[in-house]
């Protein structure tokens, strides 16, 4: 059987338009957007993150930007010597990606947002600044979490650090299943696997 030219450009239509219509029945999963006065059903522990997101930037800070929205998570509440938790609620990784905004200190497993899984964390990322100076900026970055599909997790974002930077900026946490196409730049996030480049956007929110 001969398909006729017609046919066959309907096909190719049909099958280029597939992708599109996987994608439609999968939409993004908002995690937590941090608009709320409170925490909600996260839990707190410690001082650094107040009680409830913060409205931008916290006395004595520097102007926070790059946040979505009119809050954000900050655990500039009492300035950098304040240290704390916040911890998620289980949820089940439904998506190939977690995409979300970070920025503060840049000091591994003292200023981060870490993903547990199973008791443990397999995914971490810090903000930039170790050094005096910096920005207050949150930049867009994503962990691939397909290995991960399924299972339940949760996030834990932690202030630990007492000194210069001594604090993290975190909003706007979001599973997807589209692979973000953000420029690279040197910034380090650990993996199971160790440390490795991710990805961030230059643009802002």
Request: glycine share 12%; hydrophobic share 35%.
């Amino acid at each position: 059987m001969v398909l006729s030219l017609r046919a066959t450009g309907l096909l190719v239509s049909l099958a280029a338009s597939l992708p599109i219509l996987i994608l439609a029945q999968e939409p993004d999963i908002l995690v937590a957007d941090f608009e709320q006065a409170t925490y909600g059903d996260w839990t707190v522990e410690g001082e650094a993150f107040g009680s409830g997101p913060a409205a931008g930037t916290l006395p004595g800070q520097m102007p926070v930007t790059g946040y979505r929205g009119q809050r954000l998570v900050n655990s500039f509440y009492g300035g950098d010597r304040s240290t704390g938790s916040l911890t998620s609620p289980l949820f089940v990784i439904e998506r190939n990606y977690i995409v979300f905004l970070i920025g503060g200190g840049g000091f591994e497993d003292r200023t981060c947002m870490q993903l547990w899984v199973e008791g443990r964390p397999v995914r971490s990322a810090t903000g930039p600044n170790t050094r005096p100076g910096g920005s207050e900026a949150l930049e867009p970055y994503y962990w691939d979490v397909r290995e991960f599909r399924g299972q339940k997790a949760q996030l834990k974002i932690s202030d630990q650090a007492t000194g210069g930077w001594g604090h993290i900026n975190v909003d706007h946490i979001v599973q997807t299943d589209v692979k973000p196409e953000f420029p690279i730049r040197s910034r380090r996030s650990k993996g199971v696997d160790g440390f490795r480049f991710i990805p961030s956007l230059t643009d802002r929110q």
